[in-house]
């Protein structure tokens, strides 16, 4: 029994309708190394619990994971430090302002990131992230990249990392005024190299959907049935796909779509919808909020034809 | 068939659990007439579809609306105008800010209000609610309550109106605000009477947990089936709850409790589980944030023990 | 001895370079009595403590004051009420905010204007006038008025005064606000109306420059040398007018000119130049801050030209 | 002809007032070097363009220049760069924040650093230095120093320069900022180490007493006549000193004293009474606004004693 899309070309179907969007959109400009990819391109991933997938669009395409990487490290640190450690740390709440805003972390006394899913407050999550070094640490993200997808191949890009990497200033200055603050207390070039590599982290549209399959299914692996993540940090990490997965735009989805979700610079988009499915979609022009506009549309149009929202 | 609570007593030993929390917690005292209260009575009620409900705690205590008629005429406002209307002049993101802040309405460039839960997006709000006078648009939302609730009882509290009417100037600076941005055309003290009426509104917790139960029932009144509120405005108030509705708690509570409620600084709390039931709770002490603070951990211990959450 | 411009002539010919920069300017029109005006028009007088004055340009023209009466209702509520009790109540600092905002009022703690020049400051600054009611305040704000030019004709727009009235809505915020916090503890509309009739006095530019001439005269009457306004007064407006003169461009105002003067949305200026002489200049059309833009550029020419700058 | 203070008894006596006042104030402790000084020692000297000069106090006492480097970078920075420039990236507008804030360089738009005392300005303002390398500017910003002092033989403080240069997150924060906006565009770790020498650059009050009678003639040397710094500029840095000189109780200061001044945390005040003397001061203990508590003190008195303010 699947609760939603039951072929491919009704997938395709969808795709097609979406797809003119992305005229609308700007690819992400910033990081000099994305800014290269053909924005009109789209593809989309599903990843039921029972191991069944569709894939339709341009082909599987390959993204970084960029911001959607915040979903990730958010579980290992949750798993590596507890939830009173993380969330001493970082708050739990949604913000309106812009992802990359520092003026929060100056009016808010104690200073404090409000949640894991604006720059900030990933910048914290990552530094909680244990390990010897940093080979140490971006092994662990990766390794557990690794049990997520069931794809062991995965990596990061190094050319965007690097890029990344060279360019992340504004990510800097957070990074020291939460040293300043004590929330950091590591070296900044150290977490700023490993940040990179984990926004850096590449996989196809099918992985980035068994990803959000695993989350879905309440952190157990679909196709063995093992636990990779505990049931309560699975959970928690929905919430935040909810109220802050899609930037400041994330209120405005949980209104039209209804679905937990992250989105990233690259384009992609990974939604988990619990107890049904995970949804990979990569689409590389942006809308103003920094979210992929033909990804969007898509989720937009499978919400309403198959009453996907939560609420 | 039940999903929670299948007897008073179970209900009961929670309310016993939770209400000694209420010594941590303080009445609010900012409007005068809310600060004569006992803080330490603690009530609630569930109301299920199939008209089933159980009541616990100190008697089926009465208490006036606050903020939980953000909700009711978010609703009314959708039927009377429409979702372009409405969400061109309120927002649809949550906030860091606390509910009465005035800032973003300057520094957020066209000004809007970032959502229809704080105050100034409810006053917004109301604003937009029809009627030929202030008379007839009270009668309007007290007769739709008559609806939701089944109780064509119910008025406001004059005193309660009248105690917020003389003492609400920071509401009067936020309409001032945006009549001078264009939000809001109307009469500042026409609408500040209207909006004091609407927050004095009483009922006892049975009433408010078949309000909640309404939106939990996509809309349709459970005993009649009737359909009192269109599918999709249920659901984007549901929505709203989820990602505004326990002011700047709100994140925290969809992590902790995972179910769409909206709180009051009466100490109330509507809560509204899809498809399973509506939750009245009154309980007067309140902890920093504005929420009822034995309210707010007896929806904790109901979330855990019941598996209420919907991530 | 004069210091400065010895004849008509020379200010006539300062004047013709100054008045082509009105046309890249704007006349106000968020108040509608005032956007009629020619913005073209430049007018300016110089009084001399000898008695001595010289005016040209575009004839004598009449001007309402607008902010430049924040200038005097600060001298008259610091003799009515005294510097403790004024500046517990208001600040002293400039600010880079504009001269209408309302965050700073909720992000500072307490709650306090910056300073009197800010509409904010000097709204709480009215609010300290003394007198039985509305009428006795203007009446003694009028009488200081005819003091201060020796001309006890002067009084104010009543169109203008009701225009601004009906418009204020930016201002009534403010006051409720500051209502809520404390710092304005009488009824906002009598208050609303009190400031409009003092935004709304009439002069022509002899007369500001006259009243400016007290200021530099150290408070004294230049005519018959009567005290009008204790000197440490009369200094601490001029200090205010050097900090906080000229909304938020008085720090590049105080780099380019370098005395005090203090302007209002009519496209009026106030100078006074502390032991020398006064100033009054009216050119309604404004530059982006809301100064009068040839205004401004008369008197940098001025001050290159006679090296006026305190500096 | 002196026009103020006669002899150092008289200075003697006035410092023995304002000594006590340093019981109420704090030795600044967030850099750790600063923190050992003992804040009850108060040393002032007054320098007059005749070459005549008096000390008072606890000796003729060493301290780091910390934010009274400001103003001499600045002269420097306009002297290598010009106006245009300069003020193109840093802007001259007051602002009522603290010293370090980062949000404005957030909410303004294009960003830019409100002036250049406080931090954020100040950084820029070093960044244009000339110099091909660190060394060279660092030598530069010192050969003026000496100039300015006439003494060859001032260094900066290896131990406090690296003190502060390990523990500057904020500063850092605030660098990396400007870098991603374009305001800075050199490595900020090479940025830091030259601040860090600049604000620890050590000379005694009689030194800061000749520096400020530089500025105080116009930027003639007082003994030798030789123009050291154009006079716009050094009147221009003046400007600066009186509305922004005092961190964010500048206004309060040109109000109480009313001349050119600028504060350092180590608990210096450099002052420059244009036509007539330099001031040195030091006291270690601060107010909370970051200003020597006594030497405010010592200024107020001296203010009114010899009536200096300019206003």
Redesign the interface.
Known sequence: MKLLCESASELEHLVAMAKPFAKEGKVADYIPALSKVDGELLSVSLFYPDGCSYTAGDGNLILTLQSISKVITLALALMDRGEDFVFERV???????PFN????????NPSKP??PMINAGALAITSMIRGQDGAERIDRILHFIHELTGNPGLSYNKKVALSEYDTS??N??????M??SGIINED?EELMELYSKQCAIEMDCLSLAKMGCVFANDGKDPASGHRLIPSDIA??C???M???GMY?????F??KV?I?AKSGVSGGIMGSI?GKCGIGIFGAALDEKGNSIAGIRLLEMMSRKYSL???
Chains 1, 2, 3, 4 share one sequence.
């Open positions: 708050g739990q709440e949604p913000t309106g302002d805003s520092i003026a929060k972390l100056e009016t808010i409000l949640n200033h504004l800097r200055a957070l990074c020291y005024f040293k300043q900044v959970r928690i929905k919430t935040f909810v109220t802050c400041n735009a994330s209120g405005e949980a209104i209804g937990p619990p929202s939560m609420f």
